[in-house]
């Protein structure tokens, strides 16, 4: 997981019925949950170890059509400077930046295509690393769009991301991944078949099939997958019980 200006550094399910999903992701992706102790919501951790990683809570009063979700922070020195350049690049503003007591300040932004995201800063140092292909770990962010190249220009300029490498998917057109520091971090893709543009994100499994099958068994939906993809891993991109779309990514250790 990368860190600084340009990373993603938290993920947040926003969901009508938070307790169901927090025994499904538990017993799905193996995360341990706990109350976070804001007074005034509900807001629960998902954890690696004692590592948080992500949140999940309920619909906010004022989330217009509010739809089950995985929302994604990215980190910024400044989170009133970058509103004012999402504005600048043709992006949309939701929610104004706003503190969150304790935590740091955040907003909730689009791109010019309408993917939603976050900006953030923290309060206090970030928490420490999590060894690659850890279970439960964040892995991979994916962006579906309708013009995934004007939106790759807008995140460059936001955030300093930078090409990496490019694969052909036929029909499906160009897969692009991109980079922060050196590393990759996630891909940007067309996909005419979604509703909206949206932000796809990963975590690690420890098995790709034994996933599956607790998927199934939580009563998830699988959506593509399992497929191949480089490091001699796993992909399944699905939907949790309530019908917000996740990945998954993990070795193959049966046949």
Do not use: C
């Not at 995140?155 to 694969?167: D, K, M, P, R, V």
């Not at 897969?175 to 996630?186: C, E, K, N, R, T």
């Not at 420890?206 to 699988?222: E, M, V």
């Amino acid at each position: 997981m990368t860190t600084g200006h340009g990373a993603f550094v938290w993920y947040e399910l926003v969901t009508a019925d938070p307790a169901a999903a927090e025994d499904f992701y538990s017993g799905v992706i193996g995360w341990t949950t706990a109350d976070s102790g804001m007074p005034d919501i509900r807001y629960t951790l998902a954890k690696v170890g004692d590592r948080p990683v992500a949140g999940m809570m309920g619909y906010p009063p004022d989330m217009p059509d509010p739809q089950p979700a995985w929302l994604g922070y990215v980190h910024v020195d400044d989170v009133d400077a970058m509103t004012g350049r999402v504005k600048d690049f043709g992006g949309a503003i939701y929610r104004e930046p706003a503190d969150i007591p304790t935590v740091g300040r955040f907003a909730v932004v689009a791109d010019p295509q309408g993917a939603v995201f976050m900006l953030f800063r923290g309060d206090g140092p970030p928490p420490a690393e999590i060894a690659p292909n850890t279970p439960g770990r964040p892995a991979w962010h994916e962006l579906h769009s309708t013009d995934w190249e004007a939106g790759f220009a807008f995140y460059t300029g936001l955030f300093g991301w930078t090409q990496a490498e490019s694969y052909d998917m036929g029909p499906q057109g160009r897969y692009q991944i991109f980079a922060l520091g050196g590393q990759s971090i996630g891909g940007v893709m067309n996909n005419p078949q979604a509703p909206r543009p949206f932000w796809l994100y990963y975590f690690v499994v420890d098995d790709i099939d034994a996933a599956h099958q607790r998927l199934t068994d939580a009563g998830g939906k699988l959506l593509n997958g399992p497929m191949p993809v480089p490091g001699d891993m796993w992909i399944i991109q699905a939907f949790d019980a309530q019908g917000a779309i996740f990945g998954m990514v993990g070795p193959r250790k049966a046949g």
